[in-house]
């Protein structure tokens, strides 16, 4: 089998190393592309893919961009003439041009409120491919799983973490990650988390060492909690925190499954941090900073934390899958059926 997979956020390349190496294993080929964001190309090289960069847009740019990426990608796949086409969240480009060229594309989305980047892609997928906690029903072209993208590459059968990062920045005791967002994606538009993120590493600071990852510059003051990583070592630091507080619902779920107790501050709902939180109780859903840090506080007085959260975390692991060999048996399934 031949297959294209377009690269449009960093998140989508933790999604689909795995099921790019055990694709190759049994002799598929791809043609990767990739946009030029944040640490995207810098995980494609450290995992050793090949693959097209490609540029990226925003604001009102990212519409006139839209045409000529379609563009680009619709001249590899010409050339590479792939028996699939597969994109992430909201990838318009991979659907546009599949639908174009009569080529079976699949769209692996968790993210129900990107409205804009739905009604660009979804009309032209072929399958849109969904967790069962997914809240918006698509019709005929859903195709659920009991499962978050973020068991495509930590579930256990595909991650264990190691302790070299936490000896490399000399950690001792609690610590805490804050993740701090930029609020730039399509999907960001009207969304934000913290008010002030002085005040919650203030507070936090009392318990235990605080660190920051953050997608912008931050305040002078806070500019010594930040860390310095490869984008690939961040899941090492996350498996042994205390717990997480932050921006960025990805991460709250990659805890989640992790079994650390995590505090997403949005404004925006996802269904798969919904259900970690209703169902298992792993994450805390808040809009206000101030309940955020509330939880926080509350949580970090806490006895027996680490085991209360593994204990959450098995739950979970019972009633979910392997996201990675489920997606090989779909694909294989779907295109040789």
């Known amino acids: 089998m031949r297959i294209l997979i377009d690269f449009n956020h960093p998140a989508h390349v933790h999604l689909f190393k795995n099921f790019i190496w055990e694709m190759q294993k049994k002799g598929h080929e791809f043609c990767l592309v990739a946009r030029d964001k944040e640490?995207?190309?810098?995980?494609?090289?450290?995992?050793?893919?090949?693959?097209?960069?490609?540029?990226?847009?925003?604001?009102?740019?990212?519409?006139?961009?839209?045409?000529q990426i379609d563009w680009m990608?619709?001249?590899?796949?010409?050339?590479?003439k792939p028996d699939t086409m597969i994109g992430g969240v909201g990838n318009c480009y991979i659907a546009q041009v599949s639908w174009f060229l009569g080529i079976p594309s699949y769209i692996f989305d968790d993210t129900e409120h990107s409205?804009?980047?739905?009604?660009?892609?979804?009309?032209?997928?072929?399958?849109?491919?969904?967790?069962?906690?997914?809240?918006?029903?698509?019709?005929?072209?859903q195709i659920r799983y009991e499962g978050y993208h973020e068991l495509a590459y930590l579930h256990p059968k595909r991650y264990t973490p190691s302790k070299r990062i936490i000896n490399?920045?000399?950690?001792?005791?609690?610590?805490?990650?804050?993740?701090?967002?930029?609020?730039?994606?399509?999907?960001?538009?009207?969304?934000?988390?913290?008010?002030?993120?002085?005040?919650?590493?203030?507070?936090?600071?009392?318990?235990?060492?605080?660190?920051?990852?953050?997608?912008?510059?931050?305040?002078?003051?806070?500019?010594?909690y930040r860390i310095k990583l490869h984008p690939e070592e961040?899941?090492?630091?996350?498996?042994?925190?205390t717990l997480l507080i932050g921006e960025s619902a990805t991460m709250a779920s990659e805890c989640a499954v992790l079994g650390v107790p995590a505090i997403f501050?949005?404004?925006?709902?996802?269904?798969?941090?919904?259900?970690?939180?209703?169902?298992?109780?792993?994450?805390?859903?808040?809009?206000?900073?101030?309940?955020?840090?509330?939880?926080?506080?509350?949580?970090?007085?806490?006895?027996?934390?680490?085991?209360?959260?593994?204990?959450?975390r098995e739950r979970l692991l019972k009633d979910k899958i392997d996201?990675?060999?489920?997606?090989?048996?779909?694909?294989?399934?779907?295109i040789f059926k």
Not at 296 to 311: D, F, I, Y
Not at 323 to 334: A, G, H, K, R, S
């Open 323 to 334: 996201v990675t060999n489920w997606m090989i048996n779909l694909l294989e399934n779907e």
């Open 234 to 241: 961040i899941y090492d630091l996350m498996a042994y925190c």
């Open 73 to 80: 990608i619709y001249k590899l796949a010409r050339k590479f």
């Open 115 to 141: 409205t804009l980047q739905n009604w660009l892609t979804f009309p032209f997928a072929t399958k849109i491919v969904t967790p069962f906690c997914y809240k918006l029903n698509l019709g005929k072209k």
């Open 168 to 224: 490399k920045l000399n950690i001792r005791g609690k610590y805490f990650i804050v993740r701090i967002v930029e609020w730039q994606a399509t999907h960001d538009v009207g969304d934000h988390g913290f008010t002030d993120a002085t005040q919650l590493v203030e507070q936090l600071s009392k318990y235990g060492r605080v660190l920051i990852t953050s997608e912008k510059q931050l305040p002078k003051e806070l500019e010594k």
């Open 265 to 312: 501050i949005s404004q925006t709902y996802r269904g798969y941090t919904d259900e970690e939180e209703e169902k298992y109780g792993l994450v805390f859903n808040y809009k206000s900073q101030k309940e955020g840090i509330q939880k926080a506080l509350e949580l970090v007085k806490r006895k027996n934390l680490k085991k209360e959260w593994q204990s959450k």
């Open 39 to 67: 640490c995207t190309l810098r995980l494609l090289d450290a995992y050793g893919f090949k693959y097209t960069k490609r540029r990226g847009y925003k604001g009102f740019k990212k519409f006139l961009g839209m045409f």
